[in-house]
């Protein structure tokens, strides 16, 4: 596709459900990244790989997070047992390589957990 | 602490004023990224600095990396520049490090 993609655009979810987003990069995008925005505040790293490698996860707040990008392509961010605190944007980004280039970022998927 | 402080919080303009917002960050950020953001829209990135000065548009921002400062202009402001403008800093990886946004409001 043209842009970075995500889906669903919005979930809601039982508190103790599992939730998983997904992220489709820019085609060739070898970074990816994914944040989360509470309401009204600014984007917190959680996660990045470089194509299939996560080389970094210091960001995700708890081992109820998981992220993956098997084959270097789609990624999905799985949350379990989701909690209310969880409630926030999640915000999928891609470049083309590393630093220094120009980052590219999907619409955001919106969890409400209740 | 946050790495990127971003000024001001909120701003109020009147269509066709010039406007400044400002970044600072610390070491180890090598590289600045202005991105809007429009209410319950996506995030689009505008400009992505190193050194010097780029221009699109109306926009232009400047980077002095020797005073870890960079600068987003807008000329001639348009209601629909009213957005969030935030600063981000990255470095090798662009994992990025975000300053807590500028609220614009341009009234017509």
């Known amino acids: 596709?043209?842009?970075?993609?995500?889906s669903p655009r919005y979930?809601?979810?039982?508190?103790?459900?599992?939730?998983?987003?997904r992220c489709d990069p820019i085609s060739g995008h070898v970074s990816l990244f994914w944040y989360q925005q509470a309401l009204g505040q600014g984007p917190e790293f959680l996660t990045y790989f470089q194509n299939e490698a996560q080389l970094d996860k210091s960001?995700?707040?708890?081992?109820?997070?998981f992220?993956?990008?098997?084959?270097?392509?789609?990624?999905?961010?799985?949350?379990q047992r989701t909690q209310q605190e969880d409630s926030a944007v999640y915000l999928c980004a891609s470049s083309l390589l590393q630093g220094g280039n120009t980052i590219y970022f999907g619409e955001?998927?919106?969890?409400t957990v209740v | 602490k946050n790495e990127v402080e971003q000024?001001?919080?909120?701003?109020?303009?009147?269509?066709?004023?010039?406007?400044?917002?400002?970044?600072?960050y610390s070491v180890g950020i090598s590289a600045?990224?202005?991105l809007q953001q429009h209410p319950g829209g996506g995030i689009v990135s505008l400009f992505m600095l190193s050194s010097g000065?780029?221009?699109?548009?109306?926009l232009i921002a400047t980077i002095n990396i020797q005073e870890k400062h960079s600068s987003l202009h807008i000329t001639a402001s348009h209601p629909r520049d009213s957005a969030v403008y935030i600063c981000a800093g990255g470095g090798a990886t662009n994992k990025l490090i975000f300053g807590t946004g500028t609220l614009l409001a341009v009234q017509p």
């Open chain 1, 1 to 6: 596709g043209a842009g970075v993609s995500q």
């Open chain 1, 11 to 21: 979930k809601v979810a039982k508190r103790g459900q599992d939730v998983a987003l």
């Open chain 1, 59 to 65: 960001g995700l707040p708890s081992d109820r997070f």
């Open chain 1, 67 to 79: 992220a993956e990008r098997p084959e270097g392509s789609v990624s999905t961010l799985k949350i």
């Open chain 1, 108 to 111: 955001g998927s919106w969890l």
């Open chain 2, 7 to 24: 000024s001001p919080q909120n701003l109020t303009a009147q269509e066709g004023e010039f406007i400044t917002i400002n970044c600072s």
């Open chain 2, 32 to 34: 600045l990224h202005w």
């Open chain 2, 53 to 58: 000065k780029k221009k699109h548009g109306r």
